[in-house]
């Protein structure tokens, strides 16, 4: 079994990114409390790319990626 963890950007989302004249692409990830349909709680990962200006800690544009699954490239 695979043990990767893919988490799936848009290109138009990495795009504005680029285009937004940043020094730098962080990507940053945290785990979340989450409750599920049946009402049970899970801890969820959530991935960030960030686009960062040097000497800044505050992201000046963020688009969030997608886990796959439930999201792929087809």
């Not at 079994?1 to 937004?20: A, G, P, Q, V, Y």
């Not at 686009?51 to 990626?65: D, F, I, Y």
């Amino acid at each position: 079994m695979d043990n990767n963890l893919l988490f799936i950007f848009r290109t138009e989302d990495i795009k504005r990114l680029l285009e937004s004249g940043s020094d730098f692409i962080v990507i940053r990830s945290f785990l979340e409390s989450v409750v599920l349909n049946d009402g049970s709680k899970a801890g969820a990962l959530r991935v960030f790319a960030d686009a960062v200006n040097k000497g800044e800690t505050k992201a000046t544009l963020s688009v969030e990626g997608c886990p796959k699954p439930p999201c792929d490239t087809a």
